[in-house]
């Protein structure tokens, strides 16, 4: 089998016929990589919230309310 070289003109839709699947292939990995982050990253969100009381706990002082409560009066039995 001998190759005779075409112009150029003629190798441009085998040229298109190979670049579009291969890009339209890209696009859709890309697309589905990306919806499968996103719903991952949701999921995950709604699992583990911002809201964490024990580094609040641990960076403030304890308030001591001893001396800031008055004792209840006496009660006293009739």
Known sequence: ????????????????????????????VGLVGLLVFLNMARRKRSQYGSYN??????????????YMLKPPPE???I
Not at 2 to 11: D, F, G, L, S
Not at 53 to 66: G, H, M
């Open 53 to 66: 009381p024990q580094k609040q706990e641990l960076v403030a002082p304890r308030l001591e309310l001893d």
């Open 1 to 28: 089998m001998v190759y005779v070289a075409r112009p150029r003109k003629e190798r441009e839709p085998e040229l298109k016929l190979v670049l579009a699947p291969v890009a339209g292939g890209m696009l859709f």
């Open 75 to 77: 009660e006293r039995l």
